[in-house]
């Protein structure tokens, strides 16, 4: 019979925590479910990636190609506005859901939905360009852009804190049990942000933008379909596996946010900056192939998916041999990683023509960087959460994203007309020294990373 003390997540999934093994698996039936979850945010995701991917270009691209024909600083601008407004709705998402708990599979269907809406409308924009090209009214354009991003920043919003809830009640079990779960999790994601990147974007580049978007509005349509049979269920503040430490892991959580911000700010610029410096300085030729700018920036999250079964691994070895490092010390490592990425951006800016082989080493390091940061971050977040700020807590972590893209929105905008060597040495070193911040939380928390 289910012990008392089993969190309501667990218990009313139908998973035993008595099936879980030791720190760094998984148990079966978690698992299943899991794999369930993770089907869903990979096809859910292509409404995220395919939006902010090609939105920069989708705004630059000439009329004959569905595209509205902005000032690259304009359409820079937009997409960071666009992408922080993506995260900053995620916050609200997480209060409708720590006050309807009960009604989280709703919350989460209509978050999907308005996501399928979004760009269906971005579709219909291109097309009437198509039509009209610059004889299209600048207020119908205005009129149909931003309620088309408005729908896709409620979808992301309200989406996305359920899920991730949804996953931590999957693997509900503790420590690096949860560390896993969240991995193969973030995995999905990757896949999901990958493919929205490469068949939408090879559409927009050898047919129109409007297509682009039509062929991205598919798959979330199906997670739509799928979500609606999924077992939901949110842990309640009598069932707080995480109760015994109370609030201790608060100010631990928000202090991650803040740099998690940082790092979102030069994360930002694979949306906005790098697009369009491919796009314009780029040479794209591979052996007379022109390559899609989204296929080019779409390998960084290549990296990251054939990395982290690798990393995961290497995780799972260091924990049984008791070397593994905490979540704060993981945090820094990235922190060092993106510095490098952003010294590679500088090298590049500083030549006429940016040669295929550096924006692919730029994209190597900055997926390498994510590693060590957004997954264990969402796992730390649903770690040390007391159960009823839970989804405020979710919502606080992707809000420092919604800070750290605004701001990349800015300093994209900037750098386009000054050049990105200055900007790009200043994210480094403030990298560099978020590193050192870590690093230094990192042993002062120590014993209540390793027990929460």
């Not at 666009?82 to 709703?106: E, K």
């Not at 991003?149 to 409620?154: Q, W």
């Not at 949860?178 to 559409?203: E, H, K, M, N, Y």
């Not at 015994?244 to 700010?265: E, K, N, Q, R, T």
Request: hydrophobic residues 55%; glycine residues 10%.
């Amino acid at each position: 019979m289910t012990s008392i003390n089993t969190p309501a997540v667990i218990r009313d999934s139908g998973l035993d925590p008595a099936g879980a093994t030791f720190p760094g698996e998984v148990s079966e039936p978690a698992l299943s479910s899991l794999r369930y979850l993770t089907l869903i945010i990979t096809l859910e995701r292509f409404a995220f990636g395919a939006t902010l991917g090609m939105l920069a270009i989708f705004l630059i691209a000439p009329h004959e190609r569905a595209g509205l024909a902005w000032p690259q600083a304009s359409a820079i601008l937009v997409t960071g506005t666009a992408g922080s407004l993506f995260q900053m709705v995620v916050l609200v998402g997480g209060l409708a859901l720590d006050r309807w708990p009960s009604h989280a599979r709703r919350i989460g269907l209509i978050g999907v939905s308005s996501s399928v809406l979004g760009l269906m409308m971005l579709s219909a924009l291109g097309g009437l360009v198509l039509i009209f090209k610059s004889s299209l009214d600048n207020i119908v354009m205005w009129l149909m852009l931003i309620p088309a991003l408005l729908l896709v920043a409620i979808g992301n919003g309200l989406f996305k804190p359920t899920i991730t809830l949804a996953v931590a009640g999957c693997s509900e079990t503790r420590g690096q049990s949860r560390d896993a779960a969240f991995t193969s999790f973030w995995l999905g994601i990757q896949i999901g942000v990958l493919t929205a990147g490469v068949i939408p974007g090879a559409v927009g580049t050898y047919i129109n933008w409007s297509a682009a978007f039509a062929v991205a509005a598919s798959p979330p349509l199906v997670a739509a379909l799928l979500w609606r049979k999924a077992r939901i269920s949110i842990a309640t503040p009598a069932n707080d596996p995480v109760r015994g430490h109370g609030m201790a892991g608060v100010p631990v959580i928000v202090a991650v946010c803040l740099f998690f911000a940082i790092y979102s700010a030069g994360l930002g610029q694979l949306f906005g900056l790098f697009p369009v410096l491919i796009e314009t300085r780029g040479d794209r030729d591979f052996f007379g192939f022109l390559v899609p700018t989204p296929w080019i920036t779409a390998m960084e999250t290549v990296i990251i998916v054939l990395v982290v079964p690798f990393v995961a691994a290497l995780w799972r070895r260091l924990h049984h041999m008791g070397r593994e490092p905490n979540s704060l010390a993981k945090f820094a490592l990235g922190m060092l990683l993106a510095a490098g990425a952003f010294v590679l951006v500088g090298v590049a800016d500083s030549s006429p023509r940016i040669p295929l082989f550096m924006a692919l080493s730029i994209m190597l390091v900055l997926g390498m960087s994510e590693i060590p940061l957004q997954p264990i971050g969402l796992s730390l977040v649903s770690r040390l959460s007391p159960s009823h700020l839970r989804g405020r807590l979710i919502g606080l972590w992707f809000v420092g994203a919604t800070m750290g893209l605004f701001t990349s929105g800015l300093i994209g905008a900037y750098a386009a007309q000054a050049g990105a060597q200055g900007i790009s040495a200043g994210l480094a070193i403030i990298c560099c020294l978020s590193a050192v911040v870590l690093l230094i939380m990192s042993r002062r928390y120590s014993e209540l990373l390793h027990t929460a």
